[in-house]
Antibody, heavy 119, light 108 residues
Framework: EVQLVESGGGLVQPGGSLRLSCAAS????????MNWVRQAPGKGLEWVSY????????YYADSVTGRFTISRDNAKNSLYLQMNSLRTDDTAFYYC????????????WGQGTLVTVSS | EIVLTQSPGTLSLSPGERATLSCTAS???????LAWYQQKPGQAPRLLIY???SRATGIPDRFGGSGSGTDFTLTISRLESEDFAVYYC?????????FGQGTKVEIK
C-alpha cells in the first residue's frame, strides 16, 4: 500500500525556518517525481514545488522561490522541504504528493502537516 | 503564470443530476497537462482525471473530462451522495504549475 506521511510542521515566528519531511513507503520511491502542495485553512490548493525522480531538476512557485528548497533522499525514501524566511501567508497545510508514473497528475497524497507562522 | 479560472464557484444540484464544471486557462494548455481533483472536508485531494480525459485508477465512469486549448470541462453524469465536494483543475504545461480556485458541488 502506498503511504506518504508528512512531519515537521508546527508554530514558527515570522522570519523563522522549518524543515518538512515526507516518508514514503509501498512503492519504489526513487522512480517517482514528487511534489509539495499547500492549502491555507479554508482556502484552495496551491502547488509549491516539484522534484524529478533521479536528478536535480526542481521547480518552485513564484511565491516561494528563493526561500524554500525541495530535496529528496532516495536511500531513505524521503522527501524534504526546507522553508526559510517564513511569512504569515505561508501558514497552511503542506501535502506531499506523488506524480503519476505515466502522465501528469498527483495520484497519491499524504494527510498533510500544518505550518503556522505567527508571532 | 497560467491562471486557471473555474466556474461556477458553487453548483447546487440534487443527487442523480448532471454536473458540468468549467476550467478556463489564461493561455493554451496542452491536453496531456490538465488534471482534475476532488477534495472532501478534512481529506487530502484525490486525483480524478489526468491528461484532460483519462480517469485515474478506481475512478467511476460517471466522471468524465474533456476540452482543449483554454477550455476544459469535468462532467459528473449522475451525482451520487459521495460526489458532493470541491473540485479543482490543475495545469502542468508551464511552470509554475497552477490550480484553479475550485468549484464546490453542494446538495440542493
Amino acid at each position: 500500500e502506498v503511504q506518504l506521511v508528512e512531519s515537521g510542521g508546527g508554530l514558527v515566528q515570522p522570519g523563522g525556518s522549518l524543515r518538512l519531511s515526507c516518508a514514503a513507503s509501498g512503492f519504489s520511491f526513487s522512480s517517482y517525481e514528487m511534489n509539495w502542495v499547500r492549502q491555507a485553512p479554508g482556502k484552495g490548493l496551491e502547488w509549491v514545488s516539484y522534484i524529478k525522480s533521479s536528478d536535480s531538476t526542481v521547480y518552485y512557485a513564484d511565491s516561494v522561490t528563493g526561500r524554500f528548497t525541495i530535496s529528496r533522499d532516495n536511500a531513505k525514501n524521503s522527501l524534504y522541504l526546507q522553508m526559510n524566511s517564513l511569512r504569515t501567508d505561508d501558514t497552511a497545510f503542506y501535502y506531499c504528493a506523488r506524480g503519476l508514473s505515466s502522465g501528469w497528475g498527483l495520484d497519491y497524497w499524504g494527510q498533510g502537516t500544518l505550518v503556522t507562522v505567527s508571532s | 503564470e497560467i491562471v486557471l479560472t473555474q466556474s461556477p464557484g458553487t453548483l447546487s444540484l440534487s443527487p442523480g443530476e448532471r454536473a458540468t464544471l468549467s476550467c478556463t486557462a489564461s493561455q493554451s494548455v496542452r491536453s496531456k497537462y490538465l488534471a482534475w481533483y476532488q477534495q472532501k472536508p478534512g481529506q487530502a485531494p484525490r486525483l480524478l482525471i489526468y491528461g484532460t480525459s483519462s480517469r485515474a485508477t478506481g475512478i467511476p465512469d460517471r466522471f468524465g473530462g474533456s476540452g482543449s486549448g483554454t477550455d476544459f470541462t469535468l462532467t459528473i453524469s449522475r451525482l451520487e451522495s459521495e460526489d458532493f465536494a470541491v473540485y479543482y483543475c490543475q495545469q502542468y504545461d508551464t511552470s509554475p504549475w497552477t490550480f484553479g480556485q475550485g468549484t464546490k458541488v453542494e446538495i440542493k
